[in-house]
């Protein structure tokens, strides 16, 4: 095979590079011991850079376009090489063709979470991830810095080093910028166009251009994302009480209409204690108030449909002067056998006695 690349490099003059890729940022051109024959035809197309090596220094550097590779358009090689043979003769470079495209969803992530302290919540661990595009901006400080001598580079043989100086630099925004955990949501746009601008030095240095960043997902460890969804259940029930009480109301209705069903009478009663014994909870948790004194009577009214109480007989009769309670409105306390119109109560009569009775209909 050795005799035929020999061969083959002497009759093919034109030297192009077609990328059948994605992701390949740098190809050299293979010619049988680097021999490159005079006057041969240099295609660089669109997307592409080349650049021509010979004794381990660049020679010559080319645009797109079409190029007859001879002395009058490789001024900086004439000098470099001796041309002993009337530049007619094969000549020793290396042609290396650059793809400055844009290279797009490129990943980055946290591979370990990230500690930062928030105001709300305190020390939190969370992790991170999107995408970024870059492209060759300097391909000569981009083979120097980083290609060496390879002969084909792709997105891949980089992107780890690329990933941990945008992680790097990610960890120490977040954790200087003080957006509480809450807020970060609302914050990806301004935070992925900070973190660009403070990483494109860094990517510079190795001749390359960071494009855009996108900051796609910031999340906490599952406990806590678990305790946040629990806290804000209970911020959507709001009233935790009455919720209690719906509930409990909706199983007994429940009960009630299914006496049977696939429940029998044992599982029913078992259903009826379990709500009773709810409804005891709830009821005794709601009484906040200490109890009324020895030998007091409060009262309870029904006002505006709700129960309210328990009121002292003072303040029945100011909420009765001032018309909040009117002689129809329902009135119980210990001793009556069921709940009484606000008139009819005897020690509530004299309380009317100054207040008109209500127009009839």
């Not at 049988?32 to 592409?48: C, D, F, W």
């Not at 645009?63 to 900086?76: A, F, V």
């Not at 400080?141 to 060496?148: A, L, P, R």
């Not at 303040?315 to 009117?326: A, D, F, G, R, T």
Request: one cysteine or more; a negative charge.
């Amino acid at each position: 095979m050795g005799i035929l690349d020999k061969l083959f490099g002497e009759f093919v003059d034109v030297i192009e590079w077609t990328d059948d890729t994605s992701n390949t940022m740098l190809y050299r051109f293979e010619r049988y011991g680097n021999e490159i024959k005079y006057g041969a035809m240099l295609t660089v197309r669109e997307s592409q850079t080349a650049v021509l090596v010979s004794e381990g220094r660049v020679a010559d550097f080319y645009e797109p376009g079409l190029y007859q590779l001879e002395t009058r358009n490789m001024p900086i090689l004439t000098t470099l090489e001796s041309w002993p043979h009337g530049f007619s003769s094969p000549f020793k470079a290396e042609v290396y063709f650059f793809n400055m495209r844009r290279f797009t969803d490129l990943k980055w992530g946290t591979k370990n979470p990230v500690m930062l302290r928030d105001k709300e919540f305190g020390p939190l661990r969370l992790r991170a991830f999107g995408t970024y595009s870059i492209r060759i901006k300097e391909p000569l400080t981009f083979i120097k810095e980083i290609v060496g001598t390879g002969g084909h580079f792709q997105t891949g043989d980089i992107s780890d080093q690329l990933r941990n100086l945008i992680v790097s630099r990610f960890a120490s925004i977040i954790g200087e910028s003080g957006i509480p955990i809450l807020d970060l949501a609302a914050n990806y746009d301004e935070l992925s166009d900070y973190i660009t601008q403070m990483i494109s030095p860094e990517f510079a240095a190795y001749g390359l251009d960071v494009l855009q960043l996108l900051v796609e997902n910031i999340s906490l460890p599952p406990e806590v994302e678990a305790a946040m969804d629990k806290r804000t259940s209970m911020g959507i029930i709001g009233d935790l009480s009455r919720y209690t009480h719906y509930q409990a109301a909706e199983a007994m209705t429940a009960a009630a209409q299914n006496p049977s069903g696939a429940a029998n009478e044992g599982i029913g009663m078992g259903i009826g204690f379990a709500v009773a014994s709810q409804l005891n909870r709830v009821f005794s948790q709601q009484s906040s108030t200490p109890p009324p004194l020895p030998g007091s009577v409060t009262y309870y009214a029904a006002i505006d449909g709700h129960q309210q109480g328990p009121f002292e007989r003072p303040v029945l009769e100011q909420k009765i002067n001032s018309c909040e309670i009117n002689r129809s409105t329902l009135i119980w306390h210990a001793g009556l056998a069921e709940w009484t119109p606000a008139e009819q109560v005897p020690e509530l009569a004299g309380a009317f006695a100054q207040v008109p009775p209500l127009p009839k209909s």
